[in-house]
């Protein structure tokens, strides 16, 4: 079992900068995938980004490539993601996951979620 809490949301304008955390319970947070989905209102929750369990493999979806990393601190059952060049577009609540699975990029793949943390970006 896996107990997810995010921190790190807020509101910051276009251009802006965040970090968003993930806390982890559980002895066996290192042997999962870390991902962050975010939804914004009337939409799907996509992928964001995604990170393997030794933090060798990444994902990104095209929207953010270049612009978010994500990056995990097993040690501290952390995983985080840093949010630059921020648009009004990217405003959403951003949900961290886990799965068993190497680097699913489908959400019902994903075992374990967080309450989410609300983004928020003004123009």
């Known amino acids: 079992q896996v107990q997810l809490v995010e921190s790190g949301g807020g509101l910051v304008q276009a251009g802006g900068s965040l970090r968003l955390s993930c806390a982890a319970s559980g002895r066996t947070f290192s042997s999962y995938t870390m991902a962050w989905f975010r939804q914004a209102p009337g939409k799907e929750r996509d992928l964001v980004a995604a990170i393997s369990w030794i933090g060798g493999s990444t994902y990104y979806a095209d929207s953010v490539k270049g612009r978010f990393t994500i990056s995990r601190d097993n040690a501290k059952n952390t995983v985080y993601l840093q949010m630059n060049s921020l648009k009004p577009e990217d405003t959403a609540n951003y949900y961290c996951?886990?799965?068993?699975?190497?680097?699913?990029?489908?959400?019902?793949?994903?075992?374990?979620w967080g309450q989410g943390t609300q983004v928020t970006v003004s123009s």
């Open positions: 996951a886990a799965s068993k699975l190497v680097l699913p990029t489908t959400r019902p793949l994903y075992d374990y």
